[in-house]
């Protein structure tokens, strides 16, 4: 019989939206929540905060096009919306 205490580890009554939504809430660098939850994840998953995956997108993308981060490849900027970046011309 298995241990009690480790019964949330084998399940869990949370939804996928509801867990990538808690990884959003929770990542500790621009990188974990862009590339790890927005891009790695399914539109459906964050949908429903959609708005708020913009407006941090609208507010850091000039920052990030001058400090060029590593992980701000032009792979993940051909995979972003359009909707998501400005595109600088």
Known sequence: MANP?????FYSTETSV?????LHDGAATDEVRMLMIVFAF???KWVSYK???LEFTHAN???WKEEKPAWLTEEIIQR???EFIRRMT
């Open 5 to 9: 205490e480790y019964l949330g580890l």
């Open 18 to 22: 509801e867990y990538v939504r808690d």
């Open 42 to 44: 399914n539109e459906v």
């Open 51 to 53: 708005d708020e995956v």
């Open 61 to 63: 993308w000039t920052r």
């Open 80 to 82: 972003a919306p359009d």
